[in-house]
């Protein structure tokens, strides 16, 4: 072979390609897709506004007349043990000092006791909050009053916080004299047979039925001095907590008394 003789070298074979990535070429109806029950694209979900007359309840709420009451005392005591801390009247000082701080201290007992946040993420927790805060020696009646709805608030029984409170101390008064307790004596409230079902129109409504036995601290082991059935209501809170649309008890005639 002569060394200018040619040679037309042929082009290589292309190796063929796997692709790694597939390409869709049909169109997903996305509307239908991306739902799991795609088989009902029409169904939508009802959503119920929560109730904006609801006043949630809050530290201050509950506190602010007592924060205020233990400032003018604690601010009395002050002053008056000055005026008396001249050489001549400092045992009237002395004096003074101590009584101030025992009111202040007698005071700062409903803020003591109620320490705990109420969390009532349930229709039953907020009975039970209900009723516990009665349980006291200086029963949270502010505490109470909040946990209602405004048309609870005004009722048969009470329309203002001070025929509310009037209207439970008596109460408390008329259990503690039928078991023959002193004055002081805090009353014991259970809870049974609770049953709570949902307002089919309203979710953030719900249907209550249970009883209530109330005993006496001390003295449970007499029984219960008295016993109501109730139906009452209650409504999802614009902070998500729970509220009473009752607070009240049956007349006389429509309750149990059991004899201790």
Not at 122 to 147: K, N, Q, T
Not at 188 to 201: E, H, L, M, R, T
Not at 215 to 237: Q, V
Request: charged share 25%; aromatic share 12%.
């Amino acid at each position: 072979m002569a060394d200018n003789d040619l040679f037309e070298l042929a082009e290589p074979d292309r190796p063929s390609v796997k692709r790694s990535i597939p390409i869709f070429e049909e169109e997903v109806d996305t509307s239908t897709a991306s739902s799991p029950n795609h088989d009902f694209p029409n169904v939508q979900t009802r959503q119920v506004p929560l109730r904006d007359d609801i006043q949630p309840w809050t530290r201050f709420r509950e506190s602010r007349s007592d924060f205020v009451r233990m400032t003018v005392a604690g601010l009395s005591t002050i002053i008056l043990a000055w005026l008396f801390s001249g050489w001549s009247t400092i045992h009237l000082a002395g004096g003074i000092c101590i009584l101030g701080t025992a009111v202040v201290a007698i005071m700062a007992y409903p803020l003591i006791v109620g320490l705990e946040r109420p969390v009532r993420m349930s229709p039953e927790r907020a009975v039970h909050d209900y009723f516990e805060s009665l349980e006291h020696h200086g029963p949270l009646y502010r505490r109470m009053w909040i946990f209602l709805t405004p048309e609870a608030q005004n009722c048969r029984s009470f329309s203002d916080y001070d025929s509310f409170k009037l209207y439970w101390k008596q109460r408390v008064k008329e259990w503690r004299h039928r078991g023959n307790a002193w004055p002081q004596t805090p009353v014991v409230i259970s809870v049974d047979q609770f049953q709570s079902k949902p307002d089919a129109s309203d979710p953030n409504k719900s249907l209550l039925k249970f009883s209530i036995a109330v005993s006496l601290r001390g003295h449970r082991s007499r029984g219960p001095i008295a016993s109501y059935k109730l139906s009452w209501t209650a409504f999802r809170g614009p902070d998500r907590q729970w509220y009473l649309a009752d607070g009240n008890l049956p007349e006389v005639q429509s309750y149990t008394e059991l004899e201790g």
